[in-house]
C-alpha cells in the first residue's frame, strides 16, 4: 500500500512547525492523500533541508524560537534557488497585520488554525496547479522563441529549414496595384510541406500562385488587412486561430515583415488548448470545493459570507430589501443519538436538497439567491431584493417541503417527523449598518421560534428589533 501511495506522489511537502504534534497532525493528512511528506522543528533546519532537495510547496509556521517563519520565509526570497518555491503560512495567529506581514515576507497564503482539511488540500492543489501552469508556459514560450528566431534569419536560412522543420513555414510576397500601390494580394514564395498539409494543398499548388486572400476566407477574412498592415508599418502579428483540419482544429502563428512581403510560422497548438480546458476545469473544481459544503451540497459558510456581503453593497446602493431565513432542525441531537450520525448526516441532505429544490419555483419570479450550511444542522436561505412578505412565503414553503419529506423523528417532542424551526429578518441594507445585523435578527427570530414550541417561524425586522421585539 505504501508502495503505491508513493507511485502516485502528487507533490513534496515541507511542513515547518516547532510542535511535532501540529507537524504529526498535517504529515498524517498529506500522507493519506498520496503527498510526498517531509517535516522539521525549526526555520534553520528547514533552510539546510531545502538545499538538499526542494519541496514543491512549504507549510510554514510563524512562531517558532530563535528563527520565526517570516524570517524563514525572507531568506528563501532572497535566496535565488528557494524564491520561487510557495509558502503557504499556516498559524494560530488571526490578525490582519499578521496575514499582511506574512505576504509581505513573500507568502502566497495564509491559513489560520484550526484548520479544516478541505481547506488545507484545495489551497495545496491551487498552488500545485499554478507550478504545473507555469512550467507548461515557460515550455511553450521558449518554443516560441525558438520558432521567431528562425523567422529572424534571411530567405536563404528559411529555405534551409523549410523540410525540416514540424512547423509550418511560408515567405509571402506583396501584390500591389500599379496605380495605386495599394496591395491586393500576396504571392506565395517558398511554402513547406506542413504548412501545404494544414490548407490540404501541395507545395506545388502554392509556390509562386496568388492564393493568400483566397485561402484566408475560408478562415478569417479580416486576417488578409493584419497581414498588408504588417508589411506597411513593420509591426509583427502573433495570435491563435481556429481552423479544423482533421484531429487539429487550434494553431498559433507568428508573422513578420520581409522585404515587401511577410513570413509566417505556424504552430498545431490543438494539445495545448486540450491542457488549458482540462486546467480550467481543474480551477472549477477547486472553485467548488472551497464553496460548497461536501455533505449537504449546498453552499458553506464561506460561500453566504462572500455573497452576503456582496449583495449588501448592492442593495444598499439600490435601497431594496434583503431578507435572510435562518432555521435549523428540531431535537436534531436526539435524532443523532438513537438514530446514528450516518442517518443524521444523510437527514440533513434529505433536508438541505428540499430545500433546495422548493426554492426554484418560478413563481417566486427568480430563484432564491443562495440556500447555504451555516452550521451543524442550522442552515440559512438568502432572499436579495425581496421583502418580509416574500421571506414569509419562502418559509412555509420550506415548512411544507420537509413535511412532505415524512422523515421519522420519534424521539422528537414536537412530531413523529423531522420538523424545524426559522427565523426570518428583513432589512434594507445601509452603510450605517452591518451585514452582521441581519444575521442577529434572523437569530433571534430563530430563537423566538425555539421558545413558542418549535416547527414554525417567527419574524423580526430592524424597527421591531430597536422597538417592539415580537
Known sequence: MNHDLHSENKGNILLVDDLPENLQLLSDLLIKLSYTVRSVTSGRMALKTIKVKQPDVIFLDVKMPEMDGYEVCQALKNDENSRQIPVIFISALNDVFDKVKAFESGGVDYITKPFQVEEVVARLESQLTIQRQQ??????????????????????????VLNSSLDGIAALQALREPETGEIKDFRCLVVNPVLARVFDRTRDDMIGKIILRKLLNRIQPELFYRFVKIVETGESLEQDVYYPVGDSYWYHFVAVRLGDGFAITIRDITA?????????????????LANIDSLTQVANRRCFDAHLQKEWEVLAKQ?????????DLDGFKSYNDHYGHLAGDDCLFK?????????????LRRPV???????????????????????????????????????????????????????IASLIPSSEVQPNQLIELADQALYNAKQHGRDRYCIRNREWAMGNGQ
Open 369 to 423: 439567491d443562495l440556500v447555504a450550511r451555516y452550521g451543524g444542522e442550522e442552515f440559512v436561505v438568502l432572499l436579495s431584493g425581496k421583502d418580509l412578505a416574500i421571506g414569509i412565503k419562502v418559509a412555509e414553503r420550506i415548512q411544507q417541503a420537509i413535511y412532505r419529506l415524512k422523515i421519522p423523528h420519534e424521539y422528537s417532542n414536537v412530531r413523529e417527523i423531522v420538523t424545524v424551526s426559522l427565523g
Open 351 to 363: 433536508i438541505s436538497q428540499a430545500v433546495y429544490q422548493c426554492t426554484r419555483h418560478q413563481d
Open 272 to 288: 495545448r488548448k486540450k491542457i488549458e480546458l482540462a486546467l480550467q476545469e481543474a480551477n472549477q473544481k477547486l472553485h467548488t
Open 135 to 160: 512550467k507548461l508556459l515557460e515550455q511553450e514560450i521558449i518554443k516560441r522563441r525558438d520558432a521567431e528566431e528562425v523567422l529572424y534569419q534571411s530567405r536563404v536560412l528559411l529555405s534551409s
Open 319 to 327: 435601497q431594496r430589501s434583503l431578507t435572510l431565513i435562518m432555521f
